[in-house]
């Protein structure tokens, strides 16, 4: 039977025309010419698909004052990305122009930004902030204000998409509605076009207003008079960098959408880069409701002091120093809203005379980063002027008789800047002017200028650390005599003991079975069941040196200490004080009563390690490191000295003759951070059974825990109920708290060690090891936590259980939650190695 097929009339056509064809190449003869090539068609990527975007300005343009330049948009592989002139969701489209002009005075003053676009701002009345008061321990403090009229640079915002002309395919033209020739005066502030000055044009660009949006802060410096040429980077001012300086601590992780996020992101999330922060935080910028100023060096300084409050453009506050709650809560202050207002101390995890830590003083940081060491009469007075202002101290306003009137700032730190009064306690201003010692703060260009004074503590203390470097070898202990031996390698023939610049040489040795285990004796040599501390350089019986050249070797006979004597291993660690004299970046003797700025520079060592010497007894096993002692150094420097906070002084500010009998600072506070050296202190906790010489009240709740890994999650995340004497310091975090990787490095969170570790005991049950590394940050309290405390104890943990309840190793965490597992900590928190 013969088949039928159907074909609709598509299928026809197409076979009609192949049909067609083969008869037509049948009949021969040529097919014609080539036609001519077409145009290419253009290449692009619409910025509605775009999952990146990169932005580059060039080709700029000032003509009678009217101002253009060309924004380049890419994605991340640099196809054209198209459609931003009529992209309706952006959300921001802003640029501002502003010149570098030279300034005047005594000594190098570095060329400051002047923006353009400026408008002066009246105070807005309902935001004005109040004076207001608030109490510290015994001491009532004030917190006053200066509202008016205030300068402020800006940048265009309103005109976005409405200013664009396509040039090319991800190329957009944008001209300034603001022209440079029809500008209103505004009084003091000189705003005349000098193409002969260094200028920047600076681009925000936000796709959207979502946390996930895009986001472009870039800017362009160039030269109008040479044909509008890109600047070198020793034209421009750049004094800090944001990854060398401000990222050691601070995050630009913009991706993070996560609920504790803090990426250095501001003015809504859409200021990132500081040249683009520069063209609006200029020197003569001021917050009309606050009368706080807005320069950039200023501003900075007094928010990492913790002594900075304004108001932002939507009459949100943003204080600071965390005083503004602190008010609300004592004595009503009505000007603070909760939960829209932000009052939060800012906590520096250095000191603030600490320059360093933010300003380059190497070879890594930009160009122009030893300006900092140039005066700037506004960052001067935004650390040794707190709390001052012409209202409260008129009397500054006016010289004294037969001097000359240098204005508010300048009155006061040429004639009344006394140590009494200053805002750097002992700073003597007054007496380096009246004697002649204008250089030190107005400096010829190159000079150190007022960094003489600023670095000069970190300059001795990189200077001595150099020269006394020293160290531990691993020892030997001998169960036959209770002996511990081991060796120094220190800097020179001269041993510390004859050295009259070393005040302290402490000796730190802990004995360790894959965990420290502390008692509750005193720390003195001789005391505690499993830990001593000795001062090298005293004189004792039981302790001999013998030198050779520059190795020491030390032996400490009539060790009594129980679980050294069990162990007969340990851990070593010292600690090294070098009186110094900053002024002559040296060290001196200790008793030289001639230098009046003495101070200690602290050096520690490796740690070492000890082991029987007995063969066929256990060698030392080390402790699994699981923090980074280099990303602590980010934030704390390194060598970070904890010594205030192991005073144990009460905030009444009277010492406390009790704790500091034992926990003096000196032998006691740890300089390495990571290697062990808290831990041997900080571990387990305190309870009846293992308090001996203390009251069982002493032992400590879970939410301020003594324990290492509790204590220093909970200090960093801020949920800390207290410290010593119910005190509370609430810490603020630069990053995001939830992000691991700040503190740790990658293969750190295994979580394979966590069942060796000791439980932890609180005043009122115990915790499992995981538990209580978790639980300090997600449930210090009960109260709340419900849900998370029984995913805890499905899992074999144990939350504030009773003693004996949890079994070592019985919990299961690791198996979903260690690093690299479907639930491991790397993939549930926002971790960002």
Avoid at 13 to 31: E, R, V
Avoid at 698 to 712: E, H, L, Y
Avoid at 740 to 769: I, M, R, W
Avoid at 799 to 810: L, R, V
């Amino acid at each position: 039977m013969m088949k039928r097929f159907n074909f609709n009339t598509a299928t026809k056509a197409m076979l009609g025309a192949g049909l067609l064809s083969l008869l037509l190449a049948g009949c021969g003869g040529s097919d014609g010419n080539d036609g001519a090539d077409g145009q290419p068609g253009p290449v692009g990527l619409d910025i509605a698909q775009a999952t990146t975007l990169k932005a580059s300005l060039e080709n700029v343009k000032i003509e009678s004052g009217t101002t253009s330049v060309d924004i380049v948009l890419t994605n991340a592989n640099g196809v054209p990305v198209t459609g931003l002139e009529q992209y309706a969701q952006v959300n921001a489209l802003a640029l501002g122009i502003a010149k570098l002009a030279p300034e005047s005075g005594k000594g190098y003053k570095a060329p400051q930004w002047i923006s353009y676009i400026n408008s002066v701002k009246a105070a807005d009345p309902a935001r004005s902030l109040a004076n207001y008061s608030y109490t510290e321990g015994d001491v009532t403090k004030e917190v006053k204000f200066t509202p008016g009229d205030a300068i402020q640079a800006n940048i265009e915002s309103s005109c976005k998409t409405n200013c664009l002309k396509v040039v090319d395919n991800g190329v957009y033209r944008y001209t300034f509605q603001t022209n440079l020739s029809t500008l209103d005066p505004i009084e003091g502030l000189d705003l005349s076009y000098d193409p002969t000055l260094i200028h920047r044009i600076s681009l925000e660009l936000q796709t959207d207003g979502s946390k996930s949006a895009k986001l472009i802060n870039t800017h362009i410096d160039f030269l109008p008079s040479d044909n509008f040429r890109v600047a070198n980077p020793t034209e421009t001012r750049t004094v800090v960098d944001l990854e060398a300086n401000c990222i050691k601590c601070h995050s630009t992780n913009y991706a993070d959408t996560s609920a504790t996020a803090k990426p250095l992101a501001l003015h809504g999330g859409r200021r990132i880069a500081i040249g683009n922060c520069q063209v609006c935080h200029t020197s003569y910028s001021k917050d009309p409701e606050t009368g706080a100023s807005l320069d950039m060096g200023a501003m900075v300084h007094a928010i990492h002091k913790g002594t900075y409050t304004m108001v932002g453009y939507s009459g949100t506050a943003y204080d600071f120093s965390g005083t503004m709650a602190k008010a609300a809560a004592q004595n009503g202050y009505p000007q603070y809203r909760a939960g829209r207002d932000v009052s939060e101390r800012v906590t520096l995890p250095v000191d603030i005379g600490s320059c360093q830590s933010c300003h380059s003083t190497d070879a890594k940081g930009p160009v122009d980063a030893a300006n900092f060491k140039h005066h700037k009469g506004l960052a001067c007075a935004s650390c040794h002027m707190t709390g001052f202002n012409p209202v409260d101290n008129s009397e500054w306003l006016t010289p004294p008789e037969g001097q000359k009137d240098r204005g508010f700032v300048g009155n006061y730190f040429h004639y009344y800047a006394t140590p009494e009064i200053d805002g750097i306690p002992g700073a003597d201003l007054v007496n380096v002017f009246q004697n002649g010692g204008c250089a030190s703060c107005h400096a010829a260009e190159g000079e150190e200028g007022s960094a003489k004074y600023h670095l000069a503590k970190a300059n001795v203390t990189k200077s001595v650390r150099d020269e006394y470097a020293y160290k531990l070898g691993n020892g030997t202990f001998d169960v036959s005599g209770n002996k511990l031996t081991f060796t120094v390698q220190w800097h020179s023939d001269v041993a510390p003991k004859d050295d009259k610049a070393v005040k302290e040489l402490w000796l730190v040795a802990a004995a360790l079975d894959g965990e420290y285990k502390i008692g509750y004796k005193s720390s003195t040599f001789g005391s505690h069941p499993g830990r001593f501390s000795v001062n090298l350089v005293k004189e004792y019986p039981a302790i001999t040196m013998v030198q050779d050249g520059k190795t020491l070797t030390y032996t400490i006979s009539g060790i009594t200490q129980p679980d050294m004597i069990a162990l007969k291993r340990g851990t070593l660690s010292a600690k090294l004080f070098v009186c110094a004299d900053p002024t002559e970046t040296k060290a001196v003797d200790c008793t030289d009563t001639t230098v009046t700025n003495k101070t200690e520079v602290i050096i520690a060592a490796n740690q070492a390690n000890f082991a029987s010497a007995t063969a066929g007894d256990p060698a030392f096993v080390a402790r699994t490191v699981v923090a980074s002692e280099a990303k602590c150094a980010n934030c704390h420097g390194k060598q970070a000295d904890f010594s205030v906070s192991h005073s144990r002084v009460r905030p009444t500010g009277a010492a406390d003759s009790g704790c500091s009998s034992c926990h003096t600072s000196q032998p006691n506070t740890a300089v390495n951070l990571t290697d062990g050296s808290c831990v041997s202190c900080h571990n387990d906790s305190l309870t009846a059974a293992n308090s001996t010489g203390h009251s069982a009240n002493r032992a400590k709740a879970f939410s301020r825990g003594f324990d290492f890994k509790v204590m220093v999650h909970q200090i960093h995340a801020n949920t800390r109920s207290g410290r010593f004497g119910n005190y509370t310091t609430d810490i603020t975090f630069p990053e995001n708290v939830a992000n691991c990787a700040v503190c740790h490095d990658k293969g750190q969170l295994s979580l394979a060690k966590l069942g060796d570790k000791h439980v932890f005991n609180a005043s009122t049950g115990e915790y499992s090891p995981t538990v209580a590394a978790c639980a300090s940050c997600h449930a210090p309290t009960a109260e709340g936590n419900s849900a998370v405390i029984g995913h805890f104890e499905n899992n074999g943990g144990v939350y504030n259980g009773t003693a004996g309840t949890y079994t070592p190793g019985s919990e299961t965490c690791a198996t979903c939650h260690g690093e690299g597992k479907a639930f491991g900590v790397d993939k549930v928190h926002p971790v960002k190695y």
